[in-house]
């Protein structure tokens, strides 16, 4: 499929998994671009990497944010911040490859620097827990939470930027976590500014139908543009079980496809972020493989 214009592509690699308890998904950016994801998306510019300073790592809550690896992630954001505000400033693509969820907060920091942007955010989870509801304290079930101005302030105003992005900007693809963040008391995105387009209303009306749904409300923001957020969870269990918190159903790679390939097409997309796939529940790069071959074949 021919690349869509105007995008320059230039891919970062933000390999932390400082926003979850376990490892895995920080091998996401060297299996996929093992896989040729650089070929399939058409860019030519060398892979920026941001190291992730594992070391920093802890399984213990900080007792400010009640939050794991409070720190670590501020320092991994405003250095992640800097290198999306270099591609953008050169306005080219931003291709962030995770990592956990966590890598949003110098994503949508840096954007913040840039203008007025919109998130949409393509998630099997809503991620909208507060660290007072996470059984986990993993900054990577709170994302979206924090991005749009909810928790510690340690987390949503770094360097005095918060909100990132703002509730009605944002849109939420896919969420299928709906009895368990009833079930742990998490905060309901629905009962917010941001659109929602579960993946039980896909199944009613047709992906196609939600898609036309999408594309006319971004048009109805006062936006510079839009960023993508692709956790492959979202995919269905049965197709890429390669992910740390399962849930039954999703989206099929031919729909991830056409999602991503929408989005691209109105020419306003200033980045993608691809997180949680976990590389040590692959065997042979199988689902990397897949992954990579619909990322690819969206541009």
Known sequence: MTSHMPYTIETIAAPSTLGLSSNGVEKLAEVLLSCGLQQKIHSNHPVIYIPAHYYQRSTIRDSETNCLN??????????????????????????????????????????????????????????????????????????????????????????GLKPYILDENVIHIAQRDEEQTEEYDSPDIRATDIACFSLKQIRAEGLGVIMEKVLRHINTLDIDGFWIHFDTDVLADEINPAVDYRLPGGLQFNEATMLLSNLLATGKAAGISVTIYNSDLDANAYIARQITDCLGNAF
């Open 70 to 159: 409070t720190s670590a992630i501020i320092h991994f954001s405003k250095v992640l911040h800097k290198a999306v505000t270099t591609v953008i400033q050169r306005k080219h693509f931003c291709f962030v490859l995770g990592g956990d969820c966590s890598i949003l907060l110098g994503i949508t920091a840096a954007l913040k620097t840039k203008g007025v942007y919109g998130l949409v955010f393509i998630d099997a989870h809503a991620d909208f827990y507060s660290p007072e509801k996470s059984t986990t304290g993993e900054v990577a079930d709170m994302d979206l939470a924090i991005v749009t101005g909810r928790g510690p302030e340690l987390l949503t105003n770094i360097d």
